[in-house]
């Protein structure tokens, strides 16, 4: 098994991780601001792009997470960060 992680994978899941930190940071926005119709359709835009992200990463490279599995164990059959090199 290939347990070295690619300029296209580390490139992804920084643009996962950019993208849940904005999804994030706008809902918090939007909980003081809930009328901004730009903060909203920005939300849904980087929320969109955001679950095709995590889609397109997990059929590449395996789950994100327990809670996003593609098969039932398949999370645990693959190299633990330690094992990779981290993520």
């Avoid at 939007?30 to 969109?48: G, I, K, V």
Wanted: glycine share 4%; with cysteine.
């Amino acid at each position: 098994m290939n347990t070295e992680i690619t300029n296209d994978q580390k490139m992804l899941m920084d643009q996962i991780r950019s993208l849940a930190f904005t999804v994030n940071d706008l809902a918090l926005y939007l909980d003081t601001h809930p009328c901004d119709s730009n903060a909203l359709r920005y939300q849904y835009e980087y929320s969109e792009q955001l679950r095709n992200l995590r889609q397109r990463y997990q059929r590449e490279y395996g789950p994100l997470s327990i809670y996003y599995p593609q098969k039932a164990w398949e999370w645990i059959e693959s190299p633990w960060p330690w094992e990779k090199g981290g993520v």
